[in-house]
């Protein structure tokens, strides 16, 4: 396992941008296949985006498609998630989140297959 913070949220209006951080600790960052999640007030936690060990796939719920980029820097034991045009929807609570490489990338959505998980950063978007 690998131990996750995420850093970078806060307060935005609508249309603006924010960029999280997840920071991971351990040489061993580049095995691990890494995702963002998130979840509303009174909601399910839900995916946002992945992205493969190597960092050459990446993957997206429909709701942030076109606005949101995951990125990875292995050198730097860190993911991001670039927002733009961030809408009110988007206000939740996001949490990074880490698994195994070898569990390929079929399942990379299934949040019950990420075995570390950061403490949450809050997003606040106003209208």
């Known amino acids: 396992q690998v131990q996750l913070v995420e850093s970078g949220g806060g307060l935005v209006q609508a249309g603006g941008s924010l960029r999280l951080s997840c920071a991971a600790s351990?040489?061993?960052?580049?095995?691990?296949?890494m995702a963002w999640f998130r979840q509303a007030p009174g909601k399910e936690r839900e995916f946002v985006a992945a992205?493969?060990?190597?960092?050459?796939?990446?993957y997206y719920a429909d709701s942030v498609k076109g606005r949101f980029t995951i990125s990875r820097d292995n050198a730097k034991n860190t993911v991001y998630l670039q927002m733009n045009s961030l809408k009110p929807e988007d206000t939740a609570v996001y949490y990074c989140?880490?698994?195994?490489?070898?569990?390929?990338?079929?399942?990379?959505?299934?949040?019950?297959?990420?075995?570390?998980w950061g403490q949450g950063t809050q997003v606040t978007v106003s209208s």
């Open positions: 351990g040489r061993t960052f580049s095995r691990y296949a």
């Open positions: 992205i493969s060990w190597s960092g050459g796939n990446t």
């Open positions: 989140a880490a698994r195994p490489y070898w569990r390929g990338e079929v399942t990379i959505r299934n949040q019950d297959e990420y075995d570390s």
